[in-house]
């Protein structure tokens, strides 16, 4: 199993600048999570899908930030336009539904800088 | 209030030492629990996962009080590759995937 995939590894963009985040799941994962870390706020959630369809998007910060599903295998996260505040690492992660917090896996993250 | 809280540390333990992590939640409804580890510039992974019965995996001790909703993490006989954060994690709904991270606890086992 190739596990969570995430890209890019790392973004440096200028601000204004549109930014998409990619992330493939694990196959057979129904649930997918879209994670912000920073130093200060630690990992919040920002958004998560079940079965392709947005559950939770209560921690999305503003209008600036979307998130997709349209499959299974693929979401992405956009900041449009990007500010130097938005500058944090971005987690995906992706479980099976109904196992209640077991059996997450995290990808290894894109570090966004905003300059 | 945050609902998962956590002394972010950091701690700095010698090799060979015992050391213990406390963690507390807001909600008492929460259902699931973990501790979660994290290296430097790398993603979380699951450590452990955390029962009222508490439970052990080698120098590893996790243990739930739900009365006083807390959870801890005890390693015994540390090691330098035990340096890392590690992270307290809550779950609220058992059919509600949601995670709720604290913010970390930092230890560095000094040789």
């Known amino acids: 199993d190739a596990g969570v995939i995430q890209s890019p590894r790392h973004e440096v963009t200028e601000m204004g600048q549109e930014v998409t985040l990619r992330c493939k799941p694990i196959?057979?994962?129904?649930?997918l999570f879209w994670y912000r870390q920073t130093m200060m706020r630690g990992l919040e959630l920002l958004i998560y899908?079940?079965?392709?369809?947005?559950?939770?998007d209560s921690g999305m910060p503003e209008d600036r930030f979307s998130a997709k599903m349209p499959n299974a295998s693929f979401s992405t996260l956009k900041i449009q336009p990007s500010e130097p505040r938005d500058s944090a690492v971005y987690f995906c992660?992706?479980?099976?539904?109904?196992?209640?917090?077991?059996?997450?896996?995290f990808g290894s993250g894109t570090r966004l800088t905003v300059v | 209030r945050k609902e998962v809280e956590q002394d972010p540390g950091p701690f700095n333990v010698p090799e060979g030492a015992t050391v213990a992590f406390n963690c507390t939640y807001s909600?008492?409804?929460?259902?699931?629990f973990f501790w979660y580890r994290q290296d430097c510039r790398k993603e979380p992974k699951l450590l452990m996962s955390?029962?009222?019965s508490g439970n052990e995996d080698g120098r590893f001790t996790a243990q739930l009080n739900r009365a006083s909703q807390y959870i801890s993490l005890l390693i015994r006989d540390s090691k330098l590759s035990d340096s890392a954060t590690y992270l307290c994690?809550?779950?609220?709904?058992?059919?509600?995937?949601?995670?709720?991270f604290g913010t970390g606890t930092r230890l560095t086992i000094i040789p």
């Open positions: 992660a992706s479980s099976r539904q109904g196992k209640g917090g077991y059996g997450y896996t």
């Open positions: 196959s057979g994962h129904n649930s």
């Open positions: 899908f079940n079965n392709n369809v947005p559950i939770d």
């Open positions: 909600n008492s409804a929460s259902q699931s």
């Open positions: 955390v029962y009222s």
């Open positions: 994690v809550v779950n609220n709904n058992f059919g509600n995937e949601k995670l709720t």
